[in-house]
């Protein structure tokens, strides 16, 4: 009975030794899960990229995505602000959020207008210091025709 004792309490020492090493990255990602979000809201859902980036942006921000022309802050915010004035009532809606370590994860449904097709969005954000520091999106617009009964969302 002791020995199965020790063999449960080492087990347990294993297996919270092995939770710590994983728990030290929680609160950086727990942090740029939140810096993400509060961006995320303010540039698209408040519609107020600029002030956005003021806030949330790093100084040498990059942008990846396709659609930004300079690939840094001030392309970033035009094409964001173009995006807004020229739909009627565009939509971001987070369905889902993943944080691991600095990398922010959103899956995003965008719509332009009410009624307008969902267009599927994948965001990937990398936070240095509590500010953005690069951004990737893929961008998947409705399908032509419907062959699976699960929604994308």
């Known amino acids: 009975m002791t020995s199965g004792v020790r063999a449960l309490g080492i087990a347990a020492l294993v297996w919270s030794l092995a939770l710590g090493a994983s728990a030290a990255d929680r609160p950086q990602a727990a942090d740029s899960k939140a810096v993400v979000l509060a961006f995320y809201r303010l540039a698209l859902q408040d519609m107020r990229p600029a002030e956005a980036f003021q806030r949330y942006g790093a100084p040498d921000f990059v942008e990846h995505s396709q659609d930004s022309a300079g690939g840094d802050t001030k392309a970033t915010v035009v094409f964001l602000q173009q995006l807004i004035a020229r739909s009627p009532h565009p939509k971001w809606?987070?369905?889902?959020?993943?944080?691991?370590?600095?990398?922010?994860?959103?899956?995003?449904?965008?719509?332009?207008?009410?009624?307008?097709?969902?267009?599927?969005?994948?965001?990937?954000?990398?936070?240095?210091d509590g500010k953005l520091a690069e951004h990737w999106d893929v961008i998947s617009g409705p399908p032509d025709k419907v062959t699976n009964p699960n929604s994308r969302f």
């Not at 600095?102 to 240095?128: C, M, N, Q, S, T």
Request: glycine share 6%.
């Open 93 to 128: 809606e987070v369905i889902r959020a993943v944080a691991e370590g600095d990398l922010v994860f959103l899956h995003v449904r965008y719509l332009a207008a009410p009624g307008a097709p969902e267009i599927a969005v994948a965001e990937v954000f990398r936070v240095k």
